[in-house]
């Protein structure tokens, strides 16, 4: 598995086809309002989103991205970073920084490359 | 050398790209610093005098550009060194005009403008505001300012020879980090 994350617009879908010589066709974009289990495509695209669907189907966040990561092979995981402004004043927000944090924490670990992307630039955290 | 450089609020980036264009200036050159900010009240006025202030020391002279930015081209020197601090304000005055409308193309015009830029002058420090990772869902015209300045962004680390992302008065090197490590 492979994490590549960074703030929201910074190239790291483009990134991710242009390395990996992938096209659409290869990507499963996660929706706010789809709380299964992301499709088995080589890129899950988004995955913030789908952590944010868990929540709002009352589902356990960190018990859907654990079977993620055992039914998932050799998938690239794209998340956008949520991690660093004001704590939000909604709570379903504030539940979303805080267990899109875990997730991530989660990936990372089963992770075998970590990258972060800025302003279209890589950097290699793991 | 031409330096992209962003990162949080009060992380330092001015201060550093100050030195970067001071640095890039050398004996001789002119120093510009490009000032982007519309002052809309007298708080504004204030802030502004304040950081004018701070910058004579260093010997720049300002010049005011909240849009149109490729009008610095006839306004300066283009051999000198040159600070825009930044493209955050550039887009917010292209953007939202003075009577209340959203001008939709601002982000092009700025692009068209900014590429011209780059290209000419071959000493700048370009500052933009990191305001990309947090966990607010926006309105439709806030994700556009956000979007556009993120384009904005990615067309000037593209041309930069040097991308600094500041982090608490700490430089992360993305591209071109040993001309930072070189200043005095």
Same mark, same amino acid.
């Given at each position: 598995?492979?994490?590549? #994350? ?33 499709? &088995? ?5 988004? #995955? ?32 956008? &970073? ?35 992307? #800025? ?8 | 050398? !031409? ?16 030195? %970067? ?6 004996? $001789? ?14 708080? /504004? ?8 202030? /701070?910058? !004579? $020391? ?10 149109? @930015?490729?009008?610095?081209? =006839? =306004?300066? +020197? ?23 409308? @959203? ?8 692009? $068209? ?10 000493? @700048? ?8 990772? +947090?966990?607010? =869902?926006?309105?439709? %015209? ?10 904005? +962004? !990615?067309?000037?680390?593209? !041309? ?14 993305? =591209? ?9």
């Amino acid at each position: 598995m492979i994490l590549i #994350f960074g703030g929201v617009y910074q190239g790291k879908l483009g990134y991710a086809l242009e390395r990996f010589g992938l096209t659409q066709s290869d990507v499963y974009y996660c929706s706010e309002d789809e709380a299964g289990i992301p499709k &088995d495509k080589r890129i899950v695209c988004g #995955f913030d989103r789908w952590i944010l669907a868990l929540i709002r189907a009352d589902r356990d966040v960190l018990s859907a991205v654990d079977a993620f990561i055992k039914q998932s092979g050799d998938v690239i995981v794209i998340c956008d &970073d949520v991690s660093c402004g004001v704590v939000p004043v909604d709570p379903q927000l504030r539940q979303w920084r805080e267990e899109t944090g875990r997730a991530m924490a989660l990936v990372s670990r089963e992770s075998n490359e970590v990258i972060r992307l #800025f302003c279209s630039i890589p950097t290699r955290v793991k | 050398m !031409r330096v992209f450089i962003s990162g949080g609020c009060k992380n330092g980036k001015s201060y550093h790209a100050q030195r %970067l264009a001071k640095h890039s200036a050398g004996s $001789g050159r002119p120093l510009y610093y490009i000032a982007t900010m519309k002052p809309v009240d007298s708080e /504004d006025d204030e802030r502004i005098a304040r950081h004018r202030a /701070d910058r !004579r $020391g260093w010997g720049f002279v300002t010049i005011e550009q909240p849009q149109n @930015i490729e009008e610095i081209l =006839k =306004k300066c +020197d283009t051999v000198g060194s040159f600070l825009l601090d930044s493209l955050t304000a550039l887009l917010s005055n292209e953007m939202f005009t003075a009577g209340g409308e @959203i001008s939709e193309n601002a982000a092009e015009k700025i692009s $068209g403008g900014l590429r011209q830029v780059i290209e000419q002058i071959p000493r @700048i420090v370009i500052v933009s505001d990191y305001i990309y990772s +947090d966990a607010i =869902k926006y309105d439709p %015209l806030t994700e556009a300012y956000r979007k556009s300045l993120a384009g904005l +962004d !990615r067309l000037a680390a593209g !041309r930069c020879e040097v991308v600094l992302e500041a982090a608490y008065t700490q430089i992360i090197a993305h =591209k071109g980090g040993g001309v930072f490590d070189a200043l005095p």
